[in-house]
């Protein structure tokens, strides 16, 4: 079945750091890739996606390409801020799922330092 | 522009008592979900809906009962509360069309906390 691995975490940066958490997932054919973010006390929304192999997502600064040759989407952050302290989430839409339902990773805690 | 309503926000229940958890859309979506999010294990489907009497189980089901009515509501029961069913539970919707490379939309979350 569809499956998701994110990096281990929590990770921790300074502000003004190169953010990097990783993915990678398995899937039959060409799912649908998703980054989602969770801020404290709140629900999930959408960071960005991307629906076909070499598409880029990006938003607010952060960037994901779909790699089908890795089976990777990685997301990428050149500056972090504060405000950027959440819980990432990695997730895909598998073709043949039933229900088109996301299986998500197990989230990264990032947490931003001033 | 409400999007997915969640009811109640926090809950305590005692073991073996009962409850439903709330879930609206107002977005004119087919597909439901529901999900529960344990510490550090990401989410896990519980239940899921492609449409108006249409359910079907997720990945973790047991000690959980779901109903789809209409096309706005998607109730989560559950029945005989236990410790293990502590967690955050999210409902989430995403539409028909489009809807291999069509985000879900997410609730605020219900913390249930069985003591």
Known sequence: GDSVTQMEGPVTLSEEAFLTINCTYTATGYPSLFWYVQYPGEGLQLLLKATKADDKGSNKGFEATYRKETTSFHLEKGSVQVSDSAVYFCALKGIETSGSRLTFGEGTQLTVNP | NAGVTQTPKFRILKIGQSMTLQCAQDMNHNYMYWYRQDPGMGLKLIYY?????????????????????????FPLRLELAAPSQTSVYFCASSPREGVWNTEAFFGQGTRLTVV
């Open chain 2, 49 to 73: 809906s492609v449409g108006a009497g249409i359910t079907d189980k997720g990945e973790v089901p047991n000690g959980y009962n779901v109903s789809r009515s209409t096309t706005e509501d």
